[in-house]
């Protein structure tokens, strides 16, 4: 999911990077690869060390912040029986789900800190209910029996390598046949980039795969904002594909992590990053490094561009 509370930054993400001691989180290398974190990296090293090694904190956005109110709603609403799972009884899961967000993550409380009158939120909530009511036109839940929602999946693989992530939404059909759906809450990507896309979700296929010796029959994105539907069904040779894909990838980040060589890679997705400031390709410096480094002639080979597939 796009918005599986996963920590960027201050959050409580735990993809490594982090450590504990006294209640004061020291850095350490990376321990672990989640969908959203391998993406930062073949976006932009760098942001991948801000985010996961200096653990930057980050603005929450609107977008981000929707996104995650949108994905609690589609997911309380399967408390209800399968008759009342309508519409407007999810519209009506909005509100609450949004004190809910409050309380847990009250630093989203500051997105509308200059809305005294509340129209601007009044507006957002409005957008949210818009996404819930759009996902009835996608998806009929009535019909559905979720056999996990929001399920955190983690596997390691043979070289030791452990993938994570949170999975929205697992169903199983009678026969067995595992789909796996992700919501989106923002337009589905052109064909061109279709494939960036299905990484997360091969990603996860194969987390399911290695946990359950069973690969998913379909994977399904469910993009609320254009009101589209990807799908794809896996075999077995795009797991062992996007396996390969990750074990390079975790070697280069493995080699960045002991040099401390982690280079930005400017594109116009910087227009997002909230690290501009430390960003040398923005004039910025970055942070010491937190951890210690080993010449990149001592532990060898070049950080290279990669991308999805
Ligand atoms: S501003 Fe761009 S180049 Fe710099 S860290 Fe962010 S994404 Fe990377």
Request: with cysteine; charged share 30%.
């Amino acid at each position: 999911m796009e918005n599986s509370g996963e920590g960027t930054g201050g959050g409580t993400g735990g993809t490594g990077g982090e450590g504990v001691r006294g209640g004061v989180r020291a850095a350490a290398p990376p321990a672990s690869l989640s969908p959203s974190r391998a993406s930062d990296f073949m976006q932009c090293p760098l942001l991948y060390r801000f985010r996961v090694i200096d653990r930057l904190p980050e603005k929450p956005s609107e977008a981000a912040t929707r996104g995650t109110l949108v994905h609690a709603v589609l997911e309380r609403l399967f408390d209800a029986p399968a008759a009342e799972r309508t519409a407007p009884r999810a519209k009506a899961l909005v509100p609450g789900q949004w004190d809910r967000l409050r309380e847990t993550r009250p630093e989203v409380v500051e997105l509308f800190a200059d809305d005294p009158e509340g129209e601007r939120l009044a507006r957002w909530l409005g957008e949210a209910e818009r996404l819930v009511e759009r996902w009835f036109t996608l998806e009929d839940p009535t019909r559905l029996e979720p056999a996990e929602r929001e399920l955190f999946v983690e596997a390691e693989l043979e070289s030791g390598l452990r993938l994570r992530g949170i999975i929205d939404r697992v169903d199983v059909a009678s026969t067995g046949e595992v789909r796996i759906v992700d919501y989106k809450t923002g337009k589905a990507p052109r064909p061109e980039y279709a494939e960036g896309a299905l990484f997360q979700m091969k990603f996860y296929a194969l987390v399911v795969w290695r946990l359950k010796q069973v690969v998913p029959r379909r994977l399904q994105l469910v993009y609320l904002g254009s009101g589209d539907v990807l799908t794809y069904d896996p075999v077995i040779a795009d797991l062992e594909r996007v396996e390969r894909k990750l074990l390079a990838l975790w070697e280069a980040i493995r080699l960045a992590t002991e040099t401390g060589d982690w280079r930005p890679r400017p594109t116009k997705l910087c227009g997002w990053c909230d690290h501009q400031a430390v960003c040398p390709e923005f004039g910025g410096t970055p942070p010491p490094y937190p951890l210690q480094v080993r010449s990149s002639e001592s532990v060898g080979g070049p950080q290279g561009r990669m991308g999805p597939d």
